[in-house]
Each structure stands twice: as structure tokens, then as C-alpha cells.
Nanobody, 125 residues
Framework: QVQLVESGGGLVQAGGSLRLSCTAS????????MGWFRQAPGKEHEFIAG????????YYADSVKGRFTIWRDNAKNTVYLQMSSLKPEDTAVYYC??????????????????WGQGTQVTVSS
């Protein structure tokens, strides 16, 4: 059974940084693309970053490009999201997710099938 556990959220001032982690279990992590989504109050679920199964190609939404970095450590079954230059509009619950099929690129939000429980990120102005 797929389990994804996020950590690293918290309260940070605008301009600050946070690193989120997501540790996976219950499946062969290194064969599946991973992604990060977020949802702010009153807003739609937003796909913000994805990384291929191999850790090579990455994808970023325009809203975070140049400020956030996704990478993975397949030896630790963990995917990370480094968030820098945070803005109040980055405030949301952040979720990691894994694709349903093996060997994907992590670019299409419709391909993700399992999500973690989420971690809250709050950016104060």
C-alpha cells in the first residue's frame, strides 16, 4: 500500500525559505515520477512541481519557477521541495504525490494517483 508522508512545513516570514520532504513506502519508489501540489483556502488544487522517475527532467509551474526546486533521493525513498523567496501567496497545504504508472516524467497532473496527508506552509507578510 502506497504511503507518502510529508514534513517540513511551518511558519516563515516573506522572503524566507523552507524545505519540504516526502518519504514514500509501500511501492518501488525509484520507478515512479513524483510531484508536489498545493491548495490554498478557497483556491483550486495546484500542481507546482514534478520530477521524473530517474530524477532527470523536472517541471515547475510558472508561479514557483525560479524560487522552488524539486529533487529526489532514490536511496532514501524521499522527494524534496526547496522553497525560497517565499511570498504570502505561497501559503497553502502542500502535498506530495506519486504517479499511477511507472517510468513517467511527472509533468501531467492527471497522472498522479496517490497523495500524502499534506503539510501546512504559512508565509507571513
Amino acid at each position: 500500500q502506497v504511503q507518502l508522508v510529508e514534513s517540513g512545513g511551518g511558519l516563515v516570514q516573506a522572503g524566507g525559505s523552507l524545505r519540504l520532504s516526502c518519504t514514500a513506502s509501500g511501492y518501488t519508489f525509484n520507478r515512479y515520477a513524483m510531484g508536489w501540489f498545493r491548495q490554498a483556502p478557497g483556491k483550486e488544487h495546484e500542481f507546482i512541481a514534478g520530477i521524473s522517475w530517474s530524477g532527470g527532467p523536472t517541471y515547475y509551474a510558472d508561479s514557483v519557477k525560479g524560487r522552488f526546486t524539486i529533487w529526489r533521493d532514490n536511496a532514501k525513498n524521499t522527494v524534496y521541495l526547496q522553497m525560497s523567496s517565499l511570498k504570502p501567496e505561497d501559503t497553502a497545504v502542500y502535498y506530495c504525490a506519486t504517479e499511477a504508472r511507472e517510468l513517467g516524467l511527472g509533468r501531467n497532473p492527471d497522472n498522479f494517483a496517490s497523495w500524502g496527508q499534506g503539510t501546512q506552509v504559512t508565509v507571513s507578510s
